[in-house]
C-alpha cells in the first residue's frame, strides 16, 4: 500500500513539474511576442527627429521584425506595419541613418528622418 502511495506521489509531483515547465515556456514566448510598429509610433518617431532626440534601434525591439539585410557595416531592418506598408530601419555601424514609410503596393517611400510623413500620407 504504501508503495502504491509513493507512486502516486511521485506521478503527481513530475506531472506538476512538467505542466509548470509547460507554462514557463508558453509565457517566455507571449512575453516576446512582437507588435505591429502602427502610425503613431512612426508620428512619435517624427516628432522625435523633429526635436533631435537621438534614435536607436532600441526603440524598435518590440516590433515585429519582417527581415534583417546586412551588407557589410549597413544592415536595414523590415518591420511589418499592415498589408500595405513596411517600416525599413537602415543603420550604419549601429546608428540609425534612415526610418523609410514603403508602400508595398504601388513602391512608393519616404524617409521621415528628413521628409514629413504627413505629406507623403496625403499625396499617396
Avoid: A, P
Amino acid at each position: 500500500m504504501k508503495k502504491k502511495v509513493s507512486i502516486m506521489i511521485l506521478i503527481i509531483v513530475m506531472l506538476i513539474i512538467i505542466v509548470s515547465i509547460i507554462f514557463l515556456v508558453v509565457l517566455r514566448k507571449d512575453s516576446n511576442i512582437d507588435t505591429k510598429i502602427t502610425m503613431d509610433n512612426l508620428y512619435e518617431l517624427e516628432d522625435m527627429i523633429d526635436n533631435k532626440k537621438k534614435i536607436s534601434l532600441e526603440y524598435f525591439k518590440n516590433f515585429d521584425l519582417k527581415e534583417k539585410v546586412e551588407e557589410e557595416n549597413i544592415i536595414t531592418y523590415v518591420y511589418n506595419m499592415n498589408e500595405k506598408y513596411d517600416v525599413r530601419v537602415t543603420t550604419l555601424n549601429n546608428i540609425v541613418t534612415n526610418i523609410v514609410l514603403y508602400n508595398t503596393v504601388i513602391l512608393t517611400n519616404v524617409d521621415i528622418m528628413y521628409y514629413s510623413l504627413e505629406n507623403f500620407l496625403e499625396t499617396e
